[in-house]
């Protein structure tokens, strides 16, 4: 099973928004409403930040948003904070009780 | 409160075996699922696999199958992860997590345990 794909890196400025995408396939992403996010700090252990393509867990602040188009999922965070400068990964269901990770993205608030 | 805490860092040789502890706090140890997931250093997660302390049934991720293990321990509520045959390659953090959803097979992880360094090198 591949890794999902994800931009390496996504930059924005405090207060705007920015987008970043997970392309998987039909097996994957494309199958299934089960596409989550994970946002992870240096040193730290991921956090769940969307699941169900774009559902939010308690906690999570409704800046974060997700949707999936095909076979590719996005994760928009809008007003950015700094505190949002992260790694972010995207997770699916394949299939068979298997699961794929992304890539990951670094979002980089300038 | 609910927690995964994990065994310390582990140093290995190449071809020995690791066995890596999650200890769960906080809620019924049985009715959730436990998945384990890996980075390398610099690197993305990668999904190993999952065990459920209930029934026992597990699923590997295909790269590590016939050399990592699952199991647990209701007993203590502790999951283990355990990787034979390890490689340089399989330098990395071991993190476990626990499903978002009780007594069923979840979608995504809510609670991760802080982590296990396990490095390999002669």
């Known amino acids: 099973q591949s890794a999902l794909t994800q931009p390496p890196s996504a930059s924005g400025s405090p207060g705007q928004s920015v987008t970043i995408s997970c392309t998987g396939t039909?097996?994957?992403?494309?199958?299934?409403?089960?596409v989550s996010w994970y946002q992870q700090h240096p040193g730290k252990a991921p956090k769940l930040m969307i699941y169900?393509?774009?559902k939010r867990p308690s906690g999570v602040p409704d800046r974060f948003s997700g949707s999936k188009s095909g076979n590719t999922a996005s994760l928009t965070v809008s007003g950015l904070q700094t505190e949002d400068e992260a790694d972010y990964f995207c997770?699916?269901?394949?299939?068979?009780?298997?699961?794929?990770f992304g890539t990951g993205t670094k979002i980089n608030v300038l | 409160q609910v927690q995964l805490v994990q065994s310390g860092a582990e140093v290995r040789n190449p071809g020995a075996s690791v066995k890596v502890s999650c200890k769960a706090s906080?809620?019924?140890?049985?009715?959730?699922?436990i998945n384990w997931v890996r980075q390398a250093p610099g690197q993305g997660l990668e999904w190993m696999g999952w065990?459920?302390?209930?029934?026992?049934?597990?699923n590997y991720a295909q790269r590590d199958q016939g050399r990592v293990i699952m199991t647990t321990d209701r007993s203590t509520s502790t999951v283990y992860m355990e990787l034979r045959s390890l490689r340089s390659d399989d330098t990395a953090v071991y993190y476990c997590?626990?499903?978002?959803?009780?007594?069923?097979?979840?979608?995504?992880?809510?609670?991760w345990g802080q982590g296990t360094m396990v490095t390999v090198s002669s």
């Open positions: 997590a626990r499903d978002r959803v009780g007594h069923i097979r979840s979608d995504s992880s809510d609670i």
């Open positions: 906080g809620y019924i140890f049985t009715n959730y699922g």
């Open positions: 065990v459920s302390p209930q029934t026992g049934k597990r």
């Open positions: 039909s097996s994957d992403v494309g199958s299934y409403n089960y």
């Open positions: 169900e393509v774009n």
């Open positions: 997770s699916s269901y394949a299939g068979s009780d298997i699961y794929v």
